[in-house]
């Protein structure tokens, strides 16, 4: 009798050539949140997302190897690797199907180079953000709660110039010791996220 054939398992780390994959409007959706939180694992998707979880991991593969994401090369290190879920970004084709969704100018950044010089530290503290964000998003389906995102606050500030930077950051004066001296500095505060919750009684809190 013949053996049976194995399945020849795709890289993980090493796309493959001439991958297509004909897009769908879960696939968009999938997009469209990791450009959001910029990186979101496998975990965190499959809890955005309606639908079986292995299918959506399938997807995820297909999303990889056709171009609209990307696995950051530094989650291969040990603090990362291993049984963890896999960590997604955004792809080059990802920024290219919503700078043509949403009529924008895309941005001259070749995502690909830019993944692969993301750090542990930065890797480690947006992940941590990401996975608050999404933790409080599906909360907030689960109790009919209105998460208000930060496109949504901009459009309710009043207009203000900004030079560079974030549009929710601003300068404080803090003090330090220097050299014997007291000094007053300024320095840039940004959060890390910022959202609004819109309850059922229409209240709404805003959180930076």
């Known amino acids: 009798t013949a053996e049976p054939t194995k399945q020849k398992r795709t890289p993980r780390f090493k796309r493959v050539t001439k991958s297509k994959i004909s897009l769908n409007s879960r696939d968009i959706e999938i997009i469209k ?18 639908g079986n979880d292995q299918a959506i991991i399938r997807r995820l593969g297909l999303l990889y190897h ?7 090369r530094e989650q291969i290190r040990e603090r990362f690797y291993g049984s963890n879920p896999m960590i997604y970004a955004l792809g080059n ?12 100018a895309r941005a001259k950044i070749d995502w690909t180079t830019k993944n692969k010089e993301v750090g542990s530290v930065f890797l480690e503290h947006s992940l941590m953000v990401a996975n608050f964000m999404v933790c409080l ?5 689960r109790k009919g709660i209105k998460l208000i995102r930060p496109e949504e606050v901009l459009d309710e500030m009043p207009a203000r110039e900004v030079k560079g930077g974030s549009l929710f950051g601003w300068n404080i004066a803090v ?12 320095i840039g505060v ?8 819109e309850f059922k009684n229409g209240d709404a809190a805003y959180f930076f």
């Open 33 to 50: 949140h990791v450009h959001r939180y910029r990186f979101l694992t496998s975990k965190h998707i499959t809890a955005l997302i309606n």
């Open 190 to 197: 940004i959060p890390d996220s910022v959202f609004g919750l």
């Open 175 to 186: 003090k330090r010791q220097a050299g014997g001296k007291t000094k007053e500095i300024k």
């Open 66 to 72: 056709a171009g609209y994401l990307d696995r950051p």
């Open 137 to 141: 998003e599906v909360a907030c389906q």
């Open 93 to 104: 084709k990802g920024a290219d199907l919503l700078a043509d969704m949403y009529a924008t």
